[in-house]
């Protein structure tokens, strides 16, 4: 743990609370990808599989169950109690052409052929695109609440943070891993184009609009 780590946990907490917070109090789901947050639940559910196997710290418990429980809470809302929110017709991203290609790539590339092993690769693959609908919706639609680009923004920022997490753990501890360092980057890089959107709109208060 450094300090690195921290702040990209903390930043990924404040992301999807920011996201829960403005679906309650709204009421709803408008302008959010279902698909994502399903992706999303994916990720960790698939990820945080040895938490009922192996304990490595109360810190790192709690996170776990506060990702999963949250991004479940999350789904619910958009698909169950705000359904009629719900902007079905704009999250048409399809999401299939991640999962089964990752699928696939997790069972060829990985660190240890066992289905642990093999479960948290695909994890790490599929969150480096789980934004790719969100994303894509924002782009149909052509524009962002503010407060959803405070989520995607608070999104980005946490995988910011763990890569120069990565970068002082390998000068620090001569620690790396080249499959997680790889996904962040390209995550990452996906946000490149939405930093500098909401950097110099949405911080300067104006309506943020993606191009189509």
Same mark, same amino acid.
């Given at each position: 743990?450094? *300090? +690195?780590? &921290? !702040?990209?946990?903390?930043?990924?907490? =404040?992301?999807? #609370?920011?996201?829960?917070?403005?679906?309650?109090?709204?009421?709803?789901?408008?302008?959010?990808?279902?698909?994502?947050?399903?992706?999303?639940?994916?990720?960790?559910?698939?990820?945080?599989?040895?938490?009922?196997?192996?304990?490595?710290?109360?810190?790192?418990?709690?996170?776990?169950? *506060? +990702?999963? &429980? !949250?991004?479940?809470?999350?789904?619910? =809302?958009?698909? #169950?109690?705000?359904?009629?929110t719900?902007?079905?017709?704009?999250?048409?991203?399809?999401?299939?052409?991640?999962?089964?290609?990752i699928?696939?790539?997790?069972?060829?590339?990985?660190?240890?052929?066992?289905?642990?092993?093999?479960?948290?690769?695909?994890?790490?693959?599929?969150?480096?695109?789980?934004?790719?609908?969100?994303?894509?919706?924002?782009?149909?639609?052509?524009e962002?609440?503010?407060?959803?680009?405070?989520?995607?923004?608070?999104?980005?920022?946490?995988?910011?943070?763990?890569?120069?997490?990565?970068?002082?753990?390998?000068?620090?501890?001569?620690?790396y891993?080249?499959?997680?360092?790889?996904?962040?980057?390209?995550?990452?890089?996906?946000?490149?184009?939405?930093?500098?959107?909401?950097?110099?709109?949405?911080?300067?208060?104006?309506?943020?609009?993606?191009?189509?």
């Amino acid at each position: 743990m450094n *300090i +690195f780590r &921290l !702040a990209g946990d903390i930043s990924h907490l =404040l992301a999807i #609370f920011i996201l829960l917070i403005k679906i309650w109090r709204s009421r709803s789901c408008a302008g959010i990808s279902g698909k994502s947050q399903v992706l999303f639940g994916m990720v960790f559910l698939t990820r945080y599989l040895d938490l009922f196997t192996s304990f490595i710290s109360v810190y790192n418990t709690v996170m776990k169950v *506060i +990702f999963i &429980l !949250a991004t479940l809470v999350t789904i619910y =809302l958009v698909f #169950f109690k705000f359904r009629a929110t719900y902007d079905s017709n704009n999250d048409t991203f399809r999401a299939e052409l991640l999962v089964i290609p990752i699928a696939g790539l997790a069972v060829l590339v990985n660190h240890e052929f066992s289905l642990f092993e093999i479960l948290w690769t695909f994890s790490i693959y599929l969150e480096s695109v789980s934004i790719m609908p969100q994303l894509y919706m924002i782009s149909k639609t052509g524009e962002a609440e503010t407060i959803t680009s405070h989520y995607l923004f608070a999104l980005g920022l946490y995988r910011g943070l763990y890569i120069v997490n990565w970068v002082w753990r390998y000068y620090t501890e001569q620690f790396y891993d080249w499959i997680a360092i790889v996904a962040g980057v390209v995550q990452t890089l996906l946000y490149c184009d939405f930093f500098y959107l909401y950097i110099t709109k949405v911080i300067k208060g104006k309506e943020m609009s993606l191009p189509a």
